[in-house]
Structures are given as C-alpha cells and as structure tokens.
C-alpha cells in the first residue's frame, strides 16, 4: 500500500514536503510518481522518479517544473514531494501513485491547501 | 503535450444498460517498443483513482468482465456491458507513452 503525509494549510510562496510511505511490494524496482487532483476538478500528473537503474532520473509537469521536486529513498521504501513557491493553484489532493507502464497502485492521498 | 478528449462528459445510465466512453488521442499513443499505453481509471466520490483496464484492453486484477477496452492508436472506448450501482462516479482515460502524462477530462457516470 501507498500511505501520504504531510499536507495541510500553507502561504502562497511558501514550501511543504508530502512524504509516501510504501510497503507490501519491492519499492525499489518501481517508477513513482505524483497526481493531484484540485478540488471538484479532473486528475493531474505532477511528475515521476525512475527506479535506481535509470539513475532515479525524474520528469515534471510544465506546471511545477523548477518549483516542485521528486526524490526517493528506496532503502526506507519511501517517496517525497518538496513544493517550493506555493500557488494557490497549487491547491490539491496529491497522491502518490506505483507506476508499473500503468498507474496500478494509488495512495489515498494528501490535501495541500495554499491560503493566507 | 498529448490531449486526450473524452465523450461524453456526462452519462446517465439506466441500471443494466450499456454505457461506452470515448478517449480520442491528439497523436497516436503507440510506443516505440510497440506497446500503447492507454489506461482507464474510475474514481467514485471521495476515494482515489483505480485502474479499470491498461494498454487498451486488458482487464486488471479483480476487474468484473462487464468493463472491456478497445481501440488502436488515437481512438479507444471502454465499455460496461451492464451498468451495475457500484459502477457510479468518474472514468478518466490516461496516457503513460509520452512524458508528460496527460489524463483526458472524465466522464461522470450516474444512475438514472
């Protein structure tokens, strides 16, 4: 299973790191990533990380690149988020997501709301 | 980046009726290797995302056999066969061939 942490209320222009705790199935062989989804609105791919024999390489939506960082450790079985320079567009559950070619395996996700 | 538009937006379906989703592709979806890696989720209210059906037809596990996918390079359609009360909520068709990843708007399913 996927387990997310680390959302709640936050300024625009400031950072939160999610954190996915992964478990039940060999973390490090996966490609990882992240969707969020808006209130009321559709889904959004962020980004993903390669596994280790792709030198956990990564790749991001036009919309976070620059701002938004992926990484992973594998030997905690865990993957991370870390949100600088928070929109308020931003706004979103995101969910940690095992990308096997397909998305088989979704977290329940975490809300991020950006607010003053 | 690929587009992915889906018809209709909005479904309502009689209980036991067929209902079919259509997933158009702005460029064709195969890969280089030769697989096409378009994905059907479904969403009810309040819960994530599942996978229904990858690469176009194939059913994933514990997936009931009135769901089928079907289609080839920019055109693909998932089918219920017999629209059961669970099947409630949204469809997205999405695509893992080309970075970035796009998902198509959804299609909310509802019961008449």
């Known amino acids: 299973q996927l387990v997310e942490s680390g959302g709640g209320l936050v300024q625009p222009g400031g950072s939160r790191r999610l954190s996915c705790a992964a478990s039940?199935?060999?973390?490090?062989?996966?490609?990882m990533d992240w969707v969020r989804q808006a209130p009321g609105k559709g889904l959004e791919w962020v980004g993903l990380?390669?596994?280790?024999?792709?030198?956990?390489?990564?790749e991001y939506a036009a919309s976070v690149k620059g701002r938004f960082t992926i990484s992973r450790d594998d030997s905690k079985s865990s993957l991370y988020l870390q949100m600088n320079s928070l929109k308020t567009e931003d706004t979103a559950v995101y969910f940690c997501?095992?990308?096997?070619?397909?998305?088989?395996?979704w977290g329940r996700g975490a809300l991020v709301t950006v607010s003053s | 980046e690929i587009v992915l538009t889906q018809t209709p937006l909005f479904s309502p379906v009689t209980l036991g009726q067929p209902a079919s989703i259509s997933c158009r592709s702005s460029q064709s979806l195969v890969h280089s290797a030769g697989n096409t890696y378009l994905t059907w989720l479904h969403q009810r209210p309040g819960q994530p995302p599942r996978l229904l059906i990858y690469?176009?037809?194939n059913r994933f596990s514990g997936v009931p056999d009135r769901f089928s996918g079907s289609g080839a390079g920019t055109d693909f359609t998932l089918r219920i066969s017999r629209v059961e009360a669970e099947d409630v909520g949204v469809y997205y068709c999405m695509q893992t061939t080309q970075s970035p990843y796009t998902f198509g708007q959804g299609t909310k399913l509802e019961i008449k």
């Open positions: 997501v095992r990308e096997n070619w397909h998305f088989d395996l």
């Open positions: 039940g199935f060999s973390f490090s062989f996966y490609y």
């Open positions: 990380i390669r596994h280790n024999a792709e030198g956990h390489t990564t």
């Open positions: 690469q176009i037809s």
